[in-house]
């Protein structure tokens, strides 16, 4: 399992970004995706999850109608598009392989992408 996310970066409160997740060593397609985070001193956080087909999404309080998840799973890849952010989203961001219960799971995770929001 090889996952490798980008797009991450520093970003005013209010801005947005746009991370991704190249996926391979295994079947795309045929596994629910996740993203995660972890804030310095907190433990990690599951943020948003997508069904295999992309038609169900799945989202942690905090970020509902700010965040958007979505896969295009001919190129193999997972996106997060981060609307309205806020200082409180500044962590380290995970792509997952995997559903809900993932953040328990860092075998399953990419290297991470840091995302700061900050004034």
């Known amino acids: 399992v090889q996952l490798v996310e980008s797009g991450g970066g520093m970003v005013q409160p209010g801005g947005s970004l746009r991370l991704s997740c190249a996926a391979s060593g295994f079947i795309f397609s045929s596994y629910d995706m996740s993203w995660v985070r972890q804030a310095p001193g907190k433990r990690p956080e599951w943020v948003s999850a997508i069904e295999t087909d992309g038609d169900s999404t799945y989202y942690e309080d905090s970020v509902k109608g700010r965040f958007t998840i979505s896969r295009d799973n001919a190129k193999n890849t997972l996106y997060l598009q981060m609307n309205s952010l806020e200082p409180e989203d500044t962590a380290l961001y995970y792509c997952?392989?995997?559903?809900?219960?993932?953040?328990?799971?860092?075998?399953?995770w990419g290297q991470g992408t840091q995302v700061t929001v900050s004034s």
């Open positions: 997952a392989r995997g559903g809900p219960g993932v953040e328990y799971e860092p075998e399953y």
